[in-house]
């Protein structure tokens, strides 16, 4: 006996039900996924050194210190002779310091001596990465540079690619070094989650921030920003708007290539983009 016209609306109003309560469903899960794990999406550590500059012909010291709250961190000096600026090297949310040898060759070469950390629950160093631990992180490194080594304020350059961006960020808004670089740097984790999961109520549900955005108009040195446009991971616009939002002085060098291999693509015009920033605004330039 076929269906009646009643029976049919009835049947299609229970699987109309059926989708939308599946999807509600996924929704809700994917929402207290994002909220309860979320350190899992945004950082990736990994324990294992892979690589150490000397296999890059870099002389290194292999550096221990701890953190305000006792943690122990493990850090890499390369050292230059007779070098005006030591750069502070903030790495991004993957891998370990053993996986950043390109760049310590690169600022090696430009006379920079390089002191780069892993934050806690990266590589060597101890403890469970949180936001708060990463600028626990930062402001024990500065002291050590600035205590243990006696290197002055004004001959440090902060660093940050990345996630490392928002922890150098927050250091310069906290002291005022020589200078600033932000490389592929965001806005916020807000904004990034937002870009990738614009279904969601990433507004809510963010509990780890790096709001950039929130501090750089506070920052007092100059900074330089350099991004691509064919950044596959962190959006092009995020790096603009950063920008834009900082105080003069500052630069801007667009980079080509994608997130993690920008600054290799771009090849000389990297190398003399940071030259020109620091012979430019440095106090100490070359």
């Not at 292999?62 to 953190?67: A, G, L, S």
């Not at 020589?178 to 990738?196: C, G, K, P, Q």
């Amino acid at each position: 006996m076929p269906f009646s016209n009643k029976v049919f609306k009835k049947l299609i109003r229970r699987m109309l039900h059926s989708i939308v309560f599946i999807l509600v469903s996924v929704w809700v899960l994917l929402s207290l996924l994002l909220y309860f794990f979320q350190p899992k999406f945004v950082y990736f550590p990994l324990s294992e050194i892979d690589y150490t500059p000397d296999m890059a012909g870099l002389a290194y010291e292999d550096v221990y210190f701890k953190t305000e709250d006792d943690v122990e961190l493990n850090a890499w000096f390369i050292p230059v002779e007779g070098a005006k600026n030591t750069l502070l090297f903030f790495h991004g949310n993957g891998g370990n310091i053993s996986h950043r040898l390109d760049s310590l060759k690169i600022f090696h070469e430009l006379g920079l001596s390089v002191f780069i950390i892993d934050y806690r629950g990266y590589g060597q160093s101890q403890g469970t990465t949180s936001e708060q631990g990463t600028y626990r992180d930062a402001e024990a490194a500065w002291r050590y540079l600035t205590e243990s080594r006696g290197i002055p304020d004004k001959k440090i350059i902060i660093f940050g690619r990345s996630m490392g961006g928002g922890v150098a960020t927050w250091l310069a808004s906290q002291y005022t070094p020589n200078l600033l670089i932000l490389e592929s740097a965001f806005t916020s984790v807000a904004d990034m989650a937002r870009h990738y999961y614009p279904y969601l109520p990433t507004h809510l549900l963010v509990r780890i921030k790096y709001s950039s955005i929130d501090r750089i108009e506070s920052i007092q040195c100059p900074i330089l920003f350099s991004h691509s446009q064919t950044d596959e991971i962190v959006p092009f616009k995020l790096g603009v708007q950063l920008f834009e939002q900082a105080q003069e002085p500052k630069m801007f060098m667009q980079l080509e290539g994608g997130h993690n291999d920008g600054f290799i693509v771009s090849g000389r015009s990297y190398v003399e983009g940071i030259k020109e920033f620091i012979n430019t605004y440095g106090e100490n330039n070359f």
